[in-house]
């Protein structure tokens, strides 16, 4: 019950007194579950007892939070991941694309942080390993 009260605060899916009950407009609780379903699939790419994560989603380093915050983007963009209990495969694809994007930008800034993604550091490393080749061919 927690996590459902969780998604439908940080979703803003509520309307107080439950929504239209007509099928035009669809309930607020009809937005809710959707965003549970898309949650409940999201959650297999950080895996569990019996399915590994993607290798660049662990829990410990905050997967969930990432997906969370890359969905809230996109949802208004593409809408949601799964209808109906089937997977939207196209959707999905672009969710991964953003995903692995933002796991990219992530990944390149901590090795700017580290001053090791830099073009000193670059050429540097080029030049010495040149130097050390010809060192092991026997030429100076």
Known sequence: MKLRKYLEVEFNVSIPGGGGGD???PAPNDALERIIDDFVFMCTFV???FLPHLPTLSIREGAIDLLISIYKKVLPEM????????V?????ALFNLLLTLTKILLIRSILNDWN???IKSASWNMTSS???TKRRKGTT
């Open 88 to 92: 939207i495969f196209t959707v999905t």
């Open 116 to 118: 090791v993604f830099s």
């Open 130 to 132: 040149k130097r050390d």
């Open 23 to 25: 099928n035009t407009n």
């Open 79 to 86: 809408g949601n991941v799964t209808e109906n209990g089937m």
């Open 47 to 49: 895996g569990n007892d």
